[in-house]
C-alpha cells in the first residue's frame, strides 16, 4: 500500500481500536482490552537450524563482522544465538527483509560475561536473518524459532508444468505468512487488515489450510464495516467472493445472520457511487471505476438477496430486485462501445472493468469474443490482486487456456526467483501513479490468488450448496495434461486426480461422507467423445446407458457431461480423441550443477562501500560489496554513486584456484538494477585478465552467464552499458561447475 506516515494513519483510522493492531500484539494483550479473538492461539515450530549461514561456527573476528543465516522459505521467526564474549558489547538481530524495519526495530542484546544464550523478544518476516557482531565475540551456534497461525497446509495443487506447482507453493506460503492476529495485506511493512487484501486471503484459506484457519476468516466476515475506510475494497468483499463465498465454503449461517443487517445497509444505503478514494486495485491508474462499481454492486445484490432469503428476509428482495433491474437495464446502454465496455472516465478500455462485466453476466456471451480480442488480450492494468478477476471471467468465457497463459506471463519473474512468496507487484513495477520501480514493495503479499484459481477453478473444484453438502468438479485444464489437487473441505478432504492422453481422459476422485459430488467431462478437451466408464463399466456411450450403485445421471449442457456421485472412490475414464498442443513450453530441467561454496570468499567494488536511504522512510541500508556473497538475496551489493555507466565492477577473490562454468547474478530484489550489459573476466593473479570470457545484456532479476571452463582465483564482472534511470545491483553472485 502507501508508503510511510500514510501507513500510520491507516492503521489508526482502519479501526474502531487502533491499539488492537498493533504490530506485536499478542492474544493475551488483546484479551486484557477486552477484545475476544475467535482464532486459535499461534503454534511454535520450536527451535530450528538455519539451512546456510555466511560463516562456519564457531567464528569470532578481531573487527565488527556479520553473519548472514538463511531460512528453508519466508516465515515469523525469533533469532536465537549461544555466544561467548566480554560484558557490554552490543550485537544486532534483524531480518534480511529491510521492510521489517517500518515496523519493527532492530533489536539489542547487551552481552553478559561469559558463555550466555539469548533469543530475541520479538517475531520479524524473511527468509534470512542477520547478526551482527562486535569484534572479540565468538559465535558459538545460532538457530531461529519459527512460530505462525495454528493451522496445517492441507491442500494441494500439482501438474505436469512444474511452473504452476511452484506458483501454487508460493502462493500458499504467502498465505500463510501474511495470517497472526489477523489477515495482513503483509507482515512487514504494514500488518494492515484491509479487505482488498482479506478477500483473495480468506478464499485461499479454504483450498490451502486445515479448517482452524477458518476461525480467521470468520473473524474477517464478522468485522464491522468502515464506510469512510476505501469502500471499493468492501464493496469486492460484501458479495459472492467474501461473505458469500465464506458461506458456501463453512455454511456458516449464524454469521451471515449477523451481518445481514450491516451488509444490507452498506449496499442499498451507504455506498455512494463515483466518489473519489473507493479503492478497487492500484495496478495501473486508468481504472474505469464506474464499469467496476457498477459491476460488483451488481455482483453483490445478488449475493444480498440470497442472504436474505436464507436469513428470513424475503420481504426485502422487492427492494433489492429493484435495484438490480436499475443496474442492468442502464448498463449496456450506458457503457457497451460496440466491442468493449468503457465509461467517459478514461480514454481506453479497462480489462478490469470488462472482466467484471463477464463476471457479473452483465455482458451476455454474445458480446464475449469482442471483450476478448479487443480488451483481455490486448491490456494488462491489473495488478496481482485484480487479475484473479481477469483469470475468472477468461475461464467463464471457455478461453482458460490463455487464462494460463497470461498468469504464466505475469508471474514469470516470480516463479524463478529464490524468493519464496509473492509480491505486492508484478516485476517489482509499482504502475499506479509513480509509475515506476517500487523498492518499498512487500516480497510477500497475501493477495496474490494462484491458490485459489489453480484449486477451485482450473480443477475445477468448488461448493454448489453451503458447507459442501453438494459440489463440483467441473475441470478447465487447458493444456494441462494431468494434475492431483486436494480440497480440505469442512467435510473432508476431497482429492481429484485428472490424467489425459491423446485416446483417454482419467477423472479419478475421493469424495468424503456426507456429500453429492456432481462430475463433469469436460467436452472441450475432445475433439471426439466416445465413451465413458466408472470403475471400469460403460455408462455413457452417447447417451446414458447405465445405472451403477452410487452413480445417478447429472444432465449434459455445453460444456460437460455430468453424473452425480455419492461418497467413496470413483474413477471416471473417457475415451476418444483428445489434442494435445501446447502454446507454452514447459518448464526446462536441467541437472544439477555444483554451486561453490563461497564462504571464505571476499568481494571488491569499483565504488567504495556505502548506504542508499530506503524508500519513502529514508531507513539507511548499507549495500557493501561483501553482501553479494553472503549467501542472501535480500542484501546486496548497489552501486549508489551514478546511474549504469561503462567501467563499474564486481570482483571476488576466491581464496584459491577453482574450475568454473557459469555465473548467476541475482538481482530480483533491485530487479530493474540488472547490468546493461556486461563482460566477466577472470585472473590468476589480479592483474592479468586478458580478453573477455563471456558479454552479454542483463537480464531483468536473474542474470545467467555460462562461458568455457575457467581454472581461475579471480573473477570480476564488468557493467558496460548505460542505463540513465536505474543503479547497477548485484543481491547475490553464484558461482558453477555444470555437472556433464
Not at 535 to 558: A, H
Not at 679 to 685: G, H, K, L, Q
Not at 713 to 729: A, E, F, K
Request: proline content about 5%.
Amino acid at each position: 500500500m502507501v508508503r510511510g506516515t500514510f501507513t500510520i494513519s491507516i492503521i489508526a483510522t482502519l479501526f474502531i481500536s487502533s491499539s488492537l493492531y498493533s504490530g506485536n500484539s499478542t492474544k493475551d494483550d488483546l484479551t486484557r482490552k477486552g477484545i475476544t479473538l475467535t482464532h486459535p492461539p499461534m503454534k511454535d515450530y520450536g527451535l530450528k537450524d538455519y539451512i546456510y549461514q555466511s560463516k562456519d561456527l564457531p567464528h569470532s573476528e578481531n573487527v565488527p563482522w556479520k553473519l548472514v543465516c538463511q531460512m528453508p522459505y519466508n516465515c515469523h521467526f525469533q533469532p536465537w544465538m549461544q555466544i561467548e564474549a566480554a560484558v557490554g558489547k552490543v550485537i544486532d538481530l534483524n531480518s534480511s527483509n529491510p521492510l521489517v524495519l517500518y515496523l519493527t526495530k532492530t533489536e539489542q542484546y547487551i552481552t553478559l560475561s561469559g558463555d550466555q544464550i539469548y533469543e530475541a523478544k520479538n517475531w520479524i518476516s524473511g527468509e534470512g536473518a542477520i547478526y551482527t557482531i562486535p569484534a572479540g565475540v565468538t559465535v558459538k551456534s545460532v538457530k531461529y524459532r519459527e512460530t505462525g497461525y495454528a493451522t496445517t497446509f492441507a491442500g494441494s495443487f500439482e501438474c505436469n508444468d512444474n511452473d504452476y506447482n511452484i506458483l501454487w507453493k508460493k502462493g500458499a506460503r504467502t498465505a500463510y505468512l501474511c495470517m497472526r492476529d489477523w489477515f495482513y495485506d503483509c507482515p512487514d511493512r504494514e500488518r494492515v487488515g484491509f479487505w482488498g487484501d482479506g478477500t483473495p486471503e480468506l478464499n485461499q484459506c479454504f483450498y490451502a489450510f486445515d479448517t482452524s484457519s477458518h476461525a480467521l476468516c470468520k473473524d474477517l466476515v464478522l468485522r464491522p464495516l468502515e464506510s469512510g475506510f476505501y469502500p471499493g475494497q468492501q464493496l469486492e468483499f460484501m458479495g459472492q467472493y467474501g461473505l458469500w463465498f465464506y458461506y458456501m465454503q463453512t455454511g456458516d449461517l449464524e454469521s451471515i445472520n449477523k451481518m445481514y443487517q450491516q451488509t444490507r445497509m452498506f449496499l442499498m444505503a451507504t455506498y455512494q457511487f463515483g466518489r473519489k478514494k473507493q479503492w478497487f486495485d492500484w495496478g495501473k491508474d486508468s481504472k474505469d471505476v464506474a464499469v467496476i462499481e457498477n459491476c460488483f454492486m451488481y455482483i453483490d445484490l445478488k449475493s444480498l438477496k440470497n442472504m436474505a432469503l436464507v436469513t428470513g428476509h424475503s420481504n426485502d428482495t422487492i427492494a433489492i430486485n429493484t435495484k438490480l433491474d436499475s443496474i442492468k437495464s442502464g448498463f449496456n446502454q450506458n457503457y457497451w462501445k460496440g466491442s468493449y465496455y468503457m465509461s467517459d472516465q478514461v480514454s481506453i478500455p479497462d480489462d478490469r472493468a470488462n472482466a467484471m462485466a463477464v463476471n457479473a453476466g452483465l455482458a451476455d456471451p454474445s458480446k464475449w469474443d469482442a471483450i476478448y480480442n479487443h480488451v483481455l488480450t490486448k491490456y494488462f492494468n491489473s495488478s496481482c490482486f485484480f487479475d484473479r478477476w481477469v483469470f475468472e471471467a477468461l475461464c467463464i468465457m471457455g478461453k482458460q487456456e490463455y487464462a494460463l497463459l497470461r498468469m504464466y506471463n505475469r508471474y514469470k519473474t516470480m516463479i524463478p526467483c529464490s524468493f519464496t512468496t509473492l509480491w505486492e507487484h508484478y516485476d517489482r513495477w509499482w504502475a499506479s501513479r509513480i509509475n515506476a520501480y517500487d523498492e518499498g514493495s512487500s516480497l510477500n503479499h497475501g493477495w496474490n490468488p494462484p491458490v485459489l484459481l489453480l484449486s477451485q477453478t482450473i480443477a475445477g473444484v468448488s461448493p454448489e450448496e453451503p458447507g459442501w453438502s453438494t459440489y463440483h468438479v467441473f475441470p478447465k485444464e487447458a493444456f494441462l495434461t494431468s494434475f492431483k489437487v486436494v480440497v480440505p473441505s469442512v467435510k473432508g478432504d476431497i482429492k481429484i486426480e485428472m490424467k489425459k492422453t491423446a485416446v483417454e481422459y482419467s477423472l479419478g476422485i475421493i469424495s468424503p461422507g456426507n456429500t453429492k459430488a456432481i462430475v463433469g467431462i469436460p467436452k472441450g478437451s475432445f475433439t471426439t467423445l466416445k465413451s465413458i466408464k466408472v470403475n471400469g463399466r460403460i455408462i455413457w456411450n452417447g447417451s446414458y446407458v447405465r445405472v451403477i450403485k452410487g452413480i445417478s445421471w447429472g444432465g449434459e449442457d455445453s460444456g460437460y457431461i455430468k453424473f452425480i456421485a455419492t461418497p467413496g472412490k470413483w474413477n471416471f475414464v473417457a475415451t476418444g480423441l483428445l489434442p494435445l498442443t501446447s502454446p507454452k513450453p514447459l518448464p526446462i530441467s536441467v541437472p544439477g550443477d555444483l554451486k561453490l561454496d563461497k564462504k571464505s570468499w571476499t568481494a571488491t567494488a569499483s565504488v567504495k562501500d556505502s548506504l542508499f536511504l530506503f524508500s519513502g522512510d529514508k531507513i539507511p541500508i548499507e549495500v557493501p560489496a561483501a553482501n553479494a556473497i553472503d549467501g542472501d538475496h535480500w542484501t546486496g551489493w548497489r552501486d549508489m554513486t551514478a546511474k549504469q555507466h561503462p567501467g563499474q565492477w564486481l570482483k571476488l577473490d576466491m581464496k584459491k584456484q577453482e574450475k568454473f562454468d557459469k555465473v548467476v547474478l541475482d538481482n530480483t530484489w533491485a530487479q530493474w538494477d540488472s547490468p546493461n550489459k556486461y563482460s566477466v573476466s577472470v585472473s590468476n593473479d589480479d592483474k592479468d585478465w586478458g580478453i573477455p570470457v563471456a558479454t552479454g545484456s542483463g537480464q531483468p532479476g536473474i542474470t545467467s552467464v555460462d562461458f568455457p571452463l575457467q581454472d581461475a582465483r579471480y573473477l570480476r564482472i564488468t557493467q558496460t552499458g548505460t542505463d540513465t534511470t536505474y543503479h547497477w545491483s548485484v543481491y547475490e553472485i553464484d558461482v558453477y561447475r555444470r555437472m556433464k
